[in-house]
């Protein structure tokens, strides 16, 4: 009785740390709290987000990094439906760097925020989604073989499964080389995009591995930012977190 008295307190909060001690280790939990559908404009105002807690990721070591760079501050919200996973991104920034203007670019390369889902912890396969500050996607399947790790785009990618996604500039303009305040990204996952790793909507208490990343490049130095630290690898999957679903 008391486990499910816990366990309630704990959704009705909307997104909360398992373990908010050690937030960041690799036992850290997130409980996603369930919402209604709703249209992403990149700026993270639709009322539904108020039901979802803020959390932060910070900065790690990154790959060849003999120290981390440069902090901002930087949140993230995430709301599950019967449809798919919305995510926002709040970034504190000085400038946009970002200059690839295609969808499907190394946008890595560049300011970018990033998402990846391991559904099906029996298969090492999970979804990697990519979106910079001007709005450019990159969406694919990763096989993770022993460490031999290779990206899969959507072969049909159309409003079928499309991702929604939406971005915004504060304190300044959204374009190339901008100095600005910050910028948000906001965008919404269809489950359909997942398949076949994800066959079906999560149910209740259903738990998928994850984590959540952003790169910032300011000045010549690059800050590498993750939810659970890795060893330097974003895809270091061994090291996701948990996600639970409402």
């Not at 992403?40 to 108020?50: K, L, S």
Request: charged share 25%.
């Amino acid at each position: 009785m008391l486990e499910k008295i816990a366990l309630l307190f704990l959704v009705t909060a909307g997104v909360f740390y398992q373990n908010p001690v050690n937030a960041g280790t690799a036992d850290s939990t997130l409980i996603i709290k369930k919402t209604t559908d709703f249209k992403v404009n990149g700026e993270g105002t639709a009322a539904n987000w108020a039901a979802a807690s803020w959390f932060d990721i910070n900065v790690q070591k990154g790959p060849n990094q003999p120290v981390p760079g440069k902090q901002y501050p930087t949140r993230v919200k995430i709301m599950h439906s019967d449809k798919g996973i919305y995510f926002l991104f709040d970034c504190t920034d000085k400038r946009l760097t970002a200059t690839i203007l295609e969808d499907f670019g190394t946008l890595f390369k560049e300011d970018v925020v990033e998402v990846f889902l391991w559904p099906d912890t029996s298969e090492p396969i999970y979804l990697e989604y990519e979106v910079s500050p001007l709005n450019y996607e990159l969406a694919i399947l990763v096989p993770n073989i022993k460490g031999r790790a290779q990206g899969w785009k959507p072969w049909f990618y159309d409003d079928r499964n499309k991702v929604q996604h939406e971005t915004s500039a504060q304190g300044g303009q959204k374009k190339s080389m901008a100095a600005v305040e910050g910028w948000k990204a906001e965008f919404f996952i269809p489950y359909v995009l997942m398949n076949p790793i994800v066959q079906a909507p999560p149910k209740s208490g259903d738990k998928w591995r994850g984590n959540f990343y952003r790169i910032d490049y300011d000045n010549k130095e690059t800050a590498y930012y993750s939810w659970q630290k890795t060893s330097g690898s974003f895809h270091d999957f061994k090291k996701f977190g948990t996600l639970i679903f409402e």
